[in-house]
């Protein structure tokens, strides 16, 4: 079964800092992973994606994520954080095997609360 | 050029009642699904559509239902309205059906229940 872990509810960090937010991942076949953000009152915006290639992919607005297939992650992170990036991120992952009825279904981790103090 | 729409942005019904919840989706995208967040909560998938057939349910009742249309807009059906059923439904909508591809959201129907 496909399953998302985000172990962190809150992450804090200081304008300017670097940011990492954790996510890993349990799915059958390859993985297909993404990360979007949330923020309030507003629907997900899309950030970035993993489907192959290079371990690292770089996203909108600086953020980049890193694959890890040993570890099973696939950890969101920035090199300097922006007080307008405090938001909700969420990660997602599909199994790239296509199976049938799990096609089109995006199974996503519980959200994990990024503020950015000034 | 517009993102994904969805209608009404906000609604308020009590319980035993029915509601349809509608998406537009990005121009020239066939693929649409549907997703229920609880608050404090990630998205839980609730069917995708593709080409106006049914492509996934997740673990949803029968109260549950869905179709798309030829112009590729949906429309999310739920009956006999329960209070747990009070949630923030997400379309997103994809070109196609293939699992590579990310969904774009809209920014959703709040359903309050009481």
């Known amino acids: 079964a496909q399953s998302v872990a985000q172990p962190e509810d809150q992450v804090n960090v200081a304008e300017g800092n670097p940011l990492t937010v954790k996510c890993t991942y349990s799915?059958?076949?390859?993985?297909?992973l993404f990360w979007y953000v949330q923020y309030p009152n507003r629907g997900l915006q899309f950030l970035l994606k993993y489907i192959t290639g290079d371990n690292l992919v770089k996203g909108s607005y600086g953020f980049e994520a890193e694959f890890n297939k040993s570890q099973t992650s696939f950890h969101l992170k920035k090199p300097s954080a922006l007080v307008s990036d405090s938001a909700l991120y969420f990660c997602a992952v599909r199994d790239g095997a296509n199976r049938g009825s799990t096609l089109g279904r995006l199974y996503f981790g519980r959200g994990t609360q990024l503020t950015v103090w000034p | 050029d517009a993102g994904v729409t969805q209608s009404p942005t906000h609604l308020i019904k009590t319980r035993g009642q029915h509601v349809t919840l509608r998406c537009s989706p990005i121009s020239g995208h066939k693929s649409v699904s549907w997703y229920q967040q609880v608050l404090g909560q990630g998205p839980q998938f609730i069917f995708q559509y593709y080409e106006k057939e049914e492509r996934g349910r997740g673990n949803f009742p029968d109260r549950f239902s869905a179709r798309q249309f030829p112009n590729y807009s949906s429309e999310l059906n739920v009956n006999a309205l329960l209070l747990g059923d009070s949630a923030l439904y997400l379309c997103?909508?994809?070109?196609?059906?293939?699992?590579?591809?990310?969904?774009?959201f809209g920014d959703g129907t709040r359903l309050s229940i009481l």
């Open positions: 997103a909508s994809s070109a196609t059906g293939v699992s590579n591809q990310p969904q774009h």
């Open positions: 799915v059958s076949g390859n993985p297909y």
